[in-house]
DNA sequence: TTGTACGCGTTATCAC
DNA sequence: GTGATAACGCGTACAA
């Protein structure tokens, strides 16, 4: 194949003036007399000349590129977070490289490896592991910015940008008691894991608030379908008087788990029992009957994600146009580290079909 | 901050050797004494030194980073599909470069040109539109290679690896016989799209085959839930003796909305309807009934095209192994351009709880 | 305002 | 077997 690259030689030739001119008309650093520049448009296009980003980065010390660093991009969440994420940097001028770790530490810890010798300009990390350590030695050696996306990082001296499960756990249970409940279970996650224990705090404090009793119904186990399948199970072989009459769950797929199991033994969803579930992909619409969730704000989660990381990464200057048509934004140096403060984004319920008034409710 | 890179000139200061040396130790592609390399091994450990990809890729004219252009991260189809060919690529020692178009055909256009500047080596592309002359040309300029995965793409001359929607149909299409079917209906995509009219083809023909009437209850629209919910309303209209007793659709999200329009008018699956769902993502066994669908080899498929894409880049030599502990792989000459031919996966049936026994049946 | 020359970090070609 | 040196393509001091 070979395919030579056409390079700013090329176009300085074709367009008669030095390679510095071209240089200048396609980064907009400095001003350049109108008729040379057009000229340099002009040669630009017909050569179908494209900066090489290796070069540029070579020379700048800047890549335009991300690291998204998530634990499994085939889970939906993640998936539609990866998307936010890639949309909003896109916008900005930004690639995302993207390192899925399947949940694991060897290959998180091997991914900054890569990250580093890619000379990303930052990562975004939306970790399993607990890394802290190795984000921070990361920052130090490559000055690269590092953001903690989602997952707060226990031992990482960087910024994080996560949601707080308490809104939206106050709102489900208080649309559970206007729905008549009174005895609100909870299938929560592993205890000792940061997230789990905070979502599961976050609905503790509110039925605590409610003044329900919130000791009695607990189920624990991994963010999984069997998880949910096993408390409905538990939850059906309970004498009618002392069986919750809905559960808060802290995953979306323990929710349908949670139905399956339960409906197994003939207890019906919303009739007998009320379920509200977690995150809010786009699968909570479809399931029958349509999940109630304690939705994330993915969308705000990911777009002020991209915005702080360029915060920090320095690149807010300016929209980044391209001054020539066809070229992609040029790089701006980088000054000095900015610092960007930890950002906590509010759930909120998404009230479905899942939840409905207690059987045992007078109204 | 700043955070000074390693060079390769501060280790060969360590160790006390050349620059070329270094090199030579950590590319293995010359012989070098052993107290000389284990001098540089020893400093490279030191210094935790890695090299800069961006510098080596400027020279080899490789970068060991291939794009995925891909319709919609956030569809579970595509994020299995993506982290399939993330981990396949990862561990042949490539990066991906994540490119989701959105749909977007000019987005799709907008990823040719970066992927250019950022000098990829390959260009996996599941196309929303028709890119196919744009790829052709891509390839041209670039010299990367490019393969078209999933959907075939019109006026492409590059390869396509991707799936016979064949197989899986005509097993469901038996696999409903046996359940004592004779009216089935297809809820297909629109026509025109290549990808549709060829599952819709596979199927008719399976009918066809079977020597049932294909002919009678078609619906169509797009892959979502709502074309899936108007076909069932519809289909709750028709008398009963004129309604079939089995669907097979060609998206999962269709036949989730079958299911759910059909139930609305009180036609219940699996007992009244039996669907078939095409995909096969990890939802099909969380959904209430769990859904039969004609699969489609996700794994096989997203580990194919990488082998396929590296053998067409020509980085088939060696499982490049790194030659020194904590440094990358070395980077192989790129020699000839190989060629590598269409590959079509079979689709299978997996049956789950969505189909059964048909009403009118004698069984 | 424009052009020349150097360096970013690496690998490869050439002498030794 | 080892070391100096020239590229790779770009941006920018510096000189003009």
Not at 117 to 143: C, H, I, N, P
Not at 149 to 165: N, S
Request: proline share 6%.
């Amino acid at each position: 194949m070979a395919a030579v690259q056409v390079t700013v030689r090329d176009v300085a030739k074709k367009a008669e003036v030095s390679i510095s001119t071209v240089s200048r008309v396609l980064t907009g650093n400095a001003r350049v007399s109108p008729e040379l520049r057009q000229r340099v448009i002009e040669a630009v296009e017909e050569l179908g000349y494209r900066p090489n980003a290796l070069a540029r980065g070579l020379r700048m010390r800047r890549t335009a590129v991300i690291g998204l660093l998530i634990p499994d991009i085939s889970n939906p969440f993640f998936g539609q977070l990866a998307r936010v994420v890639e949309d909003a940097a896109n916008n900005r001028g930004y690639a995302i490289l993207l390192c899925n770790s399947q949940n694991s530490r060897r290959r998180e810890i091997q991914y900054l490896d890569l990250l580093r010798t890619q000379q990303v300009d930052g990562v975004l990390v939306v970790t399993s592991g607990a890394v802290g350590d190795q984000l921070d030695e990361f920052f130090k050696l490559t000055g690269a910015a590092v953001l903690a996306l989602d997952r707060r990082i226990p031992q990482f001296g960087g910024p994080w940008i996560g949601v707080d499960p308490y809104p939206g756990a106050k709102e489900a249970v208080r649309h559970l008691l206007e729905l008549g409940h009174r005895r609100i279970g909870v299938v929560r996650g592993v205890e000792g894991s940061v997230s789990s224990d905070e979502r599961y705090n976050a609905i503790a404090r509110a039925l605590d608030e409610s003044g329900l009793p919130q000791e009695r119904w607990i189920w624990s186990g991994e963010y999984t379908l069997e998880t949910g399948v096993e408390a409905g199970v538990a939850l059906a072989q309970l004498p009618d008087e002392e069986r919750p009459t809905a559960v808060i769950t802290t995953s979306e797929f323990s929710a349908y788990g949670l139905i399956e199991g339960a409906s197994r033994h003939g207890i019906s969803v919303p009739e007998q029992l009320s379920v509200v579930g977690y995150d809010n992909t786009a699968f909570a619409e479809v399931f029958r009957p349509a999940l109630t969730v304690i939705a994330q704000p993915i969308e705000e989660m990911g777009t002020l994600a991209v915005d702080s990381i360029l915060r920090l990464i320095n690149a807010e200057q300016e929209p980044q146009l391209p001054p020539v048509a066809p070229v992609a934004g040029a790089l701006q140096p980088r000054d000095e580290v900015e610092t960007v403060e930890d950002a906590v984004l509010p759930t909120f319920l998404v009230k479905r079909s899942s939840t409905a008034v207690s059987p045992h409710s007078e109204l």
